[in-house]
């Protein structure tokens, strides 16, 4: 246990906390400065399990090129550092006190501070727009030294690194449903950068943009328009018209329209959108395969079934193809390309689509993300459609559970699943008495 550092160390000196700190200080006192240099930086990280490849990788910016095992193992052996497990590591809240005093005496602080940053702002970058259970497993132990550099460390970050660990913060959680708990980091971002960067900047309209894609997905339709109205009007303005970033902006803010039902203020943006990112980025590329599956989608709310059948045809081909067979784009595509086969009463063809999609979506995101709501709600909807009652009901139970549980109550998506699981329940129970008073016809 981490209080046994302390134990330890109460018995090198007596007087309770300043038995403490004075046994402290001679441990101090005794370590060669390559060792101290290593206890300063390992007081940078947050109070929670550390990944020795983190301190490797601030190490390494901050040009500690001593013998970091070696050096650790001495940390250990004087009760300043705690193994938890192979390669994980964890400083005790007193001792981390103690020894970030000791770092402000070094002349080396600030190139540790920034060199700490560095390194999470680096592991915040690979954290994917859409992680999978692998990836949240690999992130996890390093957000909460993440979100000690977008907090207690931000001054030491550069300009350009400023909205990278809000990005990563915002996308780990966005990625897993949590959308709660991503919204303060995309609140934050957009204060920090205005702050240090002013009201037009790139990396402000990056914060605004990513603001108001979680203001979308907890169905805050109103709050989300301004700021993707702003953010492309500020991309526009710092980029030119022609730029992936701009196509982006106008990408986002017809998906908000077409979720608000504005088709024909959807259709204008989706068409341009998919037409800049084809003239910059070739006919084959994620964003392409993106933009025409969202025009795809919004002909398929227009009822012009044939026309969203071929593109979403083509988004699904070329989904596959560049980001192979198991990707969460290929899950929605089969999704989408499913609930269009529904509307036309290709149930058939719908099914294993839709069976396909869930078990993707499961496989990818654990059980309880709100995409399987998602899909458990729009194959519950076919099994309806069928008169197949009895396998509809779980599911709408379990799509019902899942979306109150992370999305709220008074989510849209919530209320759809509340809603169609009572027309369930109304259709069996009249589907129920029509039999009963068919039954007693047939008997009179």
């Known amino acids: 246990m981490l209080a046994d550092i302390l134990a330890q160390l109460q018995k090198q000196a007596t007087g309770g906390e300043s038995g403490v700190a004075a046994a402290f200080e001679l441990n101090w006192q005794s370590l060669e400065p390559e060792a101290q240099k290593l206890a300063s930086l390992l007081s940078l990280f947050a109070l929670a399990p550390i990944p020795w490849s983190l301190v490797e990788s601030a190490a390494s910016v901050s040009d500690l090129e001593f013998d970091l095992k070696a050096n650790r193992t001495v940390l250990v052996e004087r009760y300043l550092l705690q193994e938890l497990a192979e390669d994980t590591y964890q400083v005790h809240e007193r001792i981390r006190e103690l020894l970030q005093q000791k770092l402000e005496e070094l002349a080396q602080a600030d190139e540790l501070k920034r060199g700490y940053c560095q390194a999470m702002v680096a592991v915040a970058k690979d954290i994917p727009q859409t992680p999978t259970l692998i990836e949240f497993a690999e992130a996890t132990l390093a957000i909460p030294h993440i979100e000690e550099t977008a907090t207690v460390y931000q001054p030491w970050l550069s300009d350009d690194d400023l909205i990278s660990p809000f990005l990563g913060l915002s996308r780990f ?177 719908a099914e294993p689509l839709y069976i396909e999609a869930l078990s993707m979506r499961k496989r990818l995101l654990g059980d309880e993300h709100p995409d399987i709501a998602n899909s458990l709600n729009n194959l519950a909807v076919l099994y309806n459609l069928q008169g197949r009652y009895s396998e509809a009901e779980p599911l709408y139970i379990e799509a019902l559970e899942i979306a109150e549980q992370r999305l709220g109550a008074n989510h849209p998506n919530t209320i759809t699943c509340r809603e169609n699981l009572e027309d369930l329940r109304r259709d069996r129970q009249s589907w129920f008495r029509r039999m009963v008073a068919f039954v007693s016809r047939w008997f009179q």
């Open 173 to 349: 959680y966005k990625g897993q449903g949590a959308y709660e708990q991503a919204l303060p980091w995309g609140e934050e971002s957009l204060s920090a950068t205005r702050e240090r960067l002013g009201e037009s900047h790139l990396n402000v309209a990056s914060s605004l943009n990513n603001l108001a894609e979680l203001f979308y997905l907890q169905g805050r339709y109103n709050d989300a328009e301004p700021l993707l109205i702003q953010a492309l009007s500020m991309r526009k303005h710092l980029l030119g018209n022609e730029h992936p970033d701009v196509a982006e902006s106008l990408n986002n803010l017809a998906v908000l329209y077409k979720l608000q039902g504005r088709y024909s203020d959807a259709k204008p943006l989706h068409i341009e959108a998919l037409s800049m990112r084809k003239r910059l980025l070739g006919d084959e590329h994620p964003d392409v395969a993106n933009s025409l599956n969202n025009l795809a989608v919004l002909y398929y709310s227009q009822g012009r079934y044939s026309d969203a059948e071929l593109l979403y045809a083509e988004a699904l081909s070329m989904t596959k193809c560049l980001l192979g067979d198991e990707h969460l784009d290929v899950a929605q595509s089969l999704n989408n390309l499913a609930a269009l086969y529904k509307s036309q009463g290709r149930y058939s063809e």
